[in-house]
């Protein structure tokens, strides 16, 4: 059965898809409408220009049998015109004084016709322009594929944000009564226990089984008086079957209150990924005592590198500060940032720049999960985290595409501006919808004597540093500085560079869940850990056989679905570790495990920036991808000698699968 | 014509110039005093200088004095300056405005020393000992250069005709035209071609004479060269009456890399600084010294940055060697 608030969704998803449908028909047929004759009308254009040019020619006293040039000047015409097929000039008794091209294939092409006059009227030759109806039909395609891009991802955005419209309440509201329908439905009978107040929606069934539930305990107290031992039970059987006089805890709203404002702070960030590269380019002096490549990588580098090293001390000051306020300074540092990004040329400011984001991140990040840990218990944190990570995963999906295409229509500087509107959005939503910050004085933080004691739990070193960390060096220096670097050279736009990096998040949201599942069925985690990062891996090899867009796609899927395969298993596998660890060396584990995967993020640029400038984009990713492989052995060859930990029935919730690089 | 002309001018930074003079030409009492010292008559040079003069509302009175293409001729023409009293003087090409001025660090009484001198259609101000440096002369002088630089020209040449071996005729004694030889050779190294140079022959006092020329050409056509290029070599200017029938004769197309070359000297082709534009060039120079009273060393020294392409269709109907079509899309076609 569906639930409410999925049926909600649904409902506002196939609204959107339907709108989307008809605005993508009506494009259609907008672009045929004015497409096909502007096509028509530009090889007029470029007929009459050729035409007179042969007309001045031949007055000047050019003779026209000795006209000279006329193929390659048709040939340059035809390049700067991709949608004409063929260009022929010929004289009236068919003699064929210059040509460029071919005849497209399909009968019926139309053709543009230009007569060549001397001044005296007296008709010289004909230049007839034939169009390849197939070049219309595809760049209406392309147009096609842009609307549907957006369109998509507007859809992700909008759901994302049914939090945000119907408010956060709201949604408490409807979760509330979809959990009593739906354990009515199913004829349980226990009362609820939510987190929030009783609302209007819920009162009514809430005070008919509360009645219920009186009567129950009357009745069995009843019987217990008269000593009654069938009565009491048959009542106790009910209870058993129903629920009656039980209480149910109800589901936590703590990850989709803070759903809305984590999202679009994300994006903000997220919208940069396809032009930064290109940006730090702009910026980067000319008498740099370093290589261009790696000036490039350094903005990804002192970003990466600021978000690992204040991930730890900042846990502690946002429980100390609360989690709203956290948030809060945390997005105002990263609107300050941004500014300072789109604002600034100079390349030192800009790398200054960068490292402020990368604290406001942190901080946002760490108050983030710190809210949904907070408020939720530890089982229910699996499942929160889960809710906060793809709202993370939807961000890294929608907001490359976006970027791109904000960077290609107003400018890199622009599109950072749109970057620090998001997060100051984001700001004013936390503002109004987090709940008061409730500071804590006495917190203990992770010390460095618990990463070192994490150190010794069996088999984590081998995980951490042969899979955790070359991972996320693969996937920051392949996804976020090689893939978008390279592609420039060649000449893409920043969209079509942000709509290749969706790939990865696609498969990660699509791909994480189903082999989560099946590594839990087929208890084989380790296995799948080190099958993922082969893949992922060897993926890179592809680049050995060319660097096209189509073979780049090749490897960033590979990538994603090596990385979705071994990611869950490889989050469970520490959590196993982790408790095996005793006392506060357990929260150490998980410090350890984020504070390696981060290392790798701000690694991963600088070795790529580093090897770029040295061997070039194909062997930098290809040596990366080795590199991962080699780890991936390390690590199967590590669990030879030692004896498999044992499973635990499920993973801790800490150490939920986190598909973002962050 | 006159949309090619105008993207010829290169005049950006001098009409800028001129637009925060106004309220100073607003004070001008009496017309500036502009000697002007030609070599071989006026050109479109003069009539560009004075007309840009006229266009910027600047009133002058234009005194026009001729070397009769002697500069043994120019000391007269400066004698009487100190009653003249020009407030500038104006000079064409290298050997007059060295006549007025003198070469550099000479201090002879004989060459003017403080009145301004703007010269035109000097080809390496540097080189002769005009001017220290581009930037500025170091001293009264500053002016426009008319050269398209000889890799440019070289690729013009073989956008209408590919070629493997270029003719170039120039005088031994013209240290401009020897070091372009250079360069042409330089060039055409790149480009997989040769370079065939042949000096004019010496008369019996060292200086170059046009005796033999026409064997010099007919030698050419016979090691193939495929054409001949008219460098800006002073001599070659005065000899083109027998230099280009003579490739005519031959068969032989010739690239000229001044205007006169092409549009009065019978060759087929050539890329070059239209004349009225250098005029026009310096007399924003001149105009920056009188009404914005700079020192002409302040006043750097410049080239234009567009170039015309100028086509002969009559000797182009003659050799039967026709332009590219597309070539005619930016170039000026003549018929003299």
Not at chain 2, 16 to 29: E, F, K, N, S, Y
Not at chain 2, 30 to 39: S, Y
Request: some cysteine; overall charge neutral; hydrophobic content about 50%.
């Amino acid at each position: 059965m569906i639930g409410l608030r999925a049926g909600i969704s649904i409902a506002i998803a196939a609204i959107l898809c339907a709108a989307l449908v008809v605005i993508g028909w009506s494009a259609r047929e907008a672009v045929e409408r004015t497409i096909v004759p502007a096509i028509a009308a530009q090889a007029e254009s470029v007929g009459r220009s050729a035409a007179s040019l042969v007309e001045n020619a031949v007055t000047a006293g050019v003779p026209l049998d000795k006209l000279v040039g006329v193929d390659t000047y048709l040939e340059g015409l035809r390049r700067a015109n991709v949608e004409l097929a063929e260009l022929k000039l010929i004289t009236p008794a068919g003699a064929v004084l210059g040509r460029a091209g071919a005849p497209p294939e399909e009968a019926n092409a139309p053709q543009v016709v230009t007569a060549v006059t001397a001044r005296s009227g007296v008709p010289l030759a004909s230049l007839i322009i034939t169009i390849d109806p197939s070049v219309v039909s595809g760049q209406v395609n392309a147009v096609l594929i842009d609307v549907a891009f957006i369109g998509m991802v507007s859809l992700l955005v909008a759901l994302e944000l049914v939090a945000l419209v119907v408010g956060a309440r709201g949604v408490e509201a409807l979760a509330a009564l979809e959990a009593r329908v739906r354990a009515l439905s199913r004829g349980h009978l226990w009362m609820h226990s939510d987190t929030t107040e009783a609302s209007p929606l819920v009162a009514p069934i809430d005070a008919h089984v509360a009645l219920l539930h009186a009567r129950h305990q009357k009745a069995r107290s009843e019987a217990a008086r008269r000593g009654d031992a069938e009565a009491i039970s048959s009542l106790d059987a009910l209870s058993a079957r129903t629920g009656l006089g039980t209480t149910h805890a109800g589901e936590n709203h703590a990850a989709t209150v803070i759903r809305p404002a984590l999202f679009l702070f994300m994006m903000a960030e997220e919208l940069a990924r396809p032009f930064l590269p290109r940006l730090a380019a702009e910026v980067v002096p000319a008498n740099l005592h370093m290589s261009v490549d790696f000036a490039i990588s350094l903005p990804i580098v002192i970003f990466m590198a600021g978000v690992a090293l204040c991930q730890l001390p900042f846990a502690v000051a946002s429980e100390r500060l609360g989690r709203k306020r956290g948030f809060i300074i945390g997005a105002a540092i990263a609107v300050a940032s941004y500014v300072l990004s789109a604002l600034t040329d100079n390349y030192f400011l800009f790398l200054g720049s960068r490292l402020t984001a990368a604290i406001g991140y942190a901080l946002v990040f760490v108050s983030a999960q710190g809210h949904v840990i907070d408020h939720s218990r530890p089982s229910e944190r699996t499942a929160g985290l889960a809710v906060f990570v793809r709202a993370i995963l939807v961000a890294g999906l929608c907001g490359p595409p976006i970027g791109g295409v904000l960077a290609d229509r107003l400018g890199d500087h622009t599109a950072f501006l749109a970057s620090a509107a998001l997060a100051a959005l984001s700001l004013l939503v936390a503002l109004l919808s987090l709940p008061r910050s409730q500071p804590k004085k006495d917190v203990q933080g992770v010390g460095l004597s618990d990463l070192g004691s994490a150190l010794r739990a069996p088999r984590l070193a081998a995980l951490l540093f042969g899979c955790a960390l070359p991972a996320k060096i693969l996937l920051v220096a392949i996804c976020f500085y090689l893939v978008p670097v390279e592609l420039q050279r060649q000449g893409y736009s920043a969209a079509a560079i942000g709509r290749l990096q969706m790939i990865y998040p696609v498969l990660m949201v699509i791909a994480v869940p189903a082999f989560a599942a099946l590594a839990e069925r087929l208890n084989a985690r380790a296995g799948f850990v080190v099958m993922g990062s082969l893949l992922a891996g060897a993926g890179t090899l592809l680049l050995l056989a060319g660097t096209s867009p189509a073979i780049i796609a090749g490897v960033l899927a590979l990538l994603g679905l090596g990385q979705a395969m071994s990611i869950a298993s490889q989050s469970a596998l520490v959590a196993d570790s982790a408790q095996h660890v005793p006392g506060a060396g357990s929260a150490g584990v998980l410090g350890l495990f984020r504070l390696i995967e981060r290392t790798g993020n701000a690694v991963g640029p600088a070795a790529a920036g580093l090897l770029l400038a040295a061997v070039g984009f194909a062997s930098s990713g290809v040596s990366i991808g080795i590199l991962v492989v080699a780890g991936a052995l390390g690590f199967a060859l590590s669990g030879r000698s030692q004896p498999s930990t044992p499973r635990t029935a499920r993973s801790d919730g800490d150490a939920a699968p986190e598909g973002s690089p962050l | 014509m006159d949309r090619r002309s105008l993207l010829s001018l290169g005049l950006g930074a001098g009409a800028a110039g001129l637009m925060g003079a106004t309220p100073v030409r607003a004070q001008q009492d009496k017309p500036f005093k502009i000697l002007m010292l030609t070599f071989r008559g006026e050109t479109d040079v003069e009539r560009g200088f004075r007309e840009f003069f006229q266009a910027a509302d600047v009133k002058a009175e234009f005194i026009v004095r001729d070397a009769d293409r002697d500069p043994r001729n120019v000391p007269a023409l400066i004698a009487d300056r100190a009653t003249l009293k020009p407030d500038l003087i104006y000079t064409w090409g290298t050997s007059v405005t060295l006549g007025v001025v003198g070469p550099l660090g000479n201090t002879d009484p004989a060459y003017v020393h403080n009145t301004p001198v703007v010269f035109a259609l000097v080809a390496a101000p540097v080189r002769a000992g005009i001017a220290k440096s581009f930037e500025s002369s170091g001293r009264n002088v500053t002016g426009a250069v008319h050269v398209v630089p000889t890799d440019v020209q070289m690729r013009a040449m073989q956008a209408y005709l590919p070629f493997s071996k270029v003719g170039i005729l120039y005088s031994t004694n013209e240290q401009n035209s020897v070091v372009i030889v250079e360069e042409a050779k330089a060039v055409a190294a790149k480009m997989n071609a040769t370079i065939i140079a042949k000096p004019f022959h010496n008369d019996s006092s060292g200086r170059p004479t046009s005796d033999g020329v026409v064997d010099l050409i007919k030698q050419m056509r016979a090691e193939k060269v495929d054409w001949l290029y008219l460098l800006p070599d002073t001599f070659l200017g005065t000899i083109y009456d027998k230099v280009t029938p003579a490739a005519l004769e031959v068969g032989l197309p010739t690239f000229a890399a001044a205007e006169l070359g092409v549009r009065e000297g019978g060759a087929l082709v050539g890329l070059v600084s239209r004349y009225y534009s250098v005029g026009q060039l310096a007399a924003a120079k001149a105009i920056e010294i009188l009404v914005q009273k700079k020192a002409p060393e302040d006043v750097p020294i410049e080239t234009l940055k567009r170039f015309s392409l100028i086509i002969n269709m009559r000797i182009a109907k003659t050799l039967g060697i026709y332009p590219p079509i597309a070539m005619l899309n930016y170039a000026e076609i003549v018929t003299s």
